[in-house]
């Protein structure tokens, strides 16, 4: 790999994490997924109490992993991926026939 190569993956690189980076402050937040049907974690309210117990860094978290740019479209890309691969289920969640989606039980019968 010559010197050139290697800028243009440096450069193609920088501007992916860079761009998503800026797109997913830059974009309107979401407040409702309709095809998770829940509802999506807002920006959290920054307080010094709440920064000194920890529960800021959590919250924000959480927030960032609702929020980021093309999200549906990447959990589709992941969705399709590993039914592509054969896998039945995915984070308790089987995979049916008809494009049926089975909640996996994880409680106990009675």
Sequence with gaps: M???????????????VFGFG???IIAPDTEY???ENRTLAQMP???LDALLDGSFESD??????DQFVLRDNW?????????A???TQSNDIYFADDDY???AHTGTFT
């Excluded at 010197?3 to 920088?14: A, D, R, Y």
């Excluded at 924000?60 to 992993?65: A, H, P, S, V």
Aim: aromatic letters at 12%.
């Design 33 to 35: 997924s309709e095809t």
């Design 45 to 47: 309210e920054f307080t």
């Design 22 to 24: 800026i797109a997913t």
């Design 60 to 65: 924000y978290e959480d927030y960032l992993t």
């Design 75 to 83: 959990i589709a890309l992941k969705t399709g991926t590993e039914r």
């Design 85 to 87: 691969l054969g896998r």
């Design 101 to 103: 989606l089975i909640e």
């Design 2 to 16: 010559n010197k050139t190569q290697s800028w243009n993956i440096i450069t193609l690189f920088v501007i992916l």
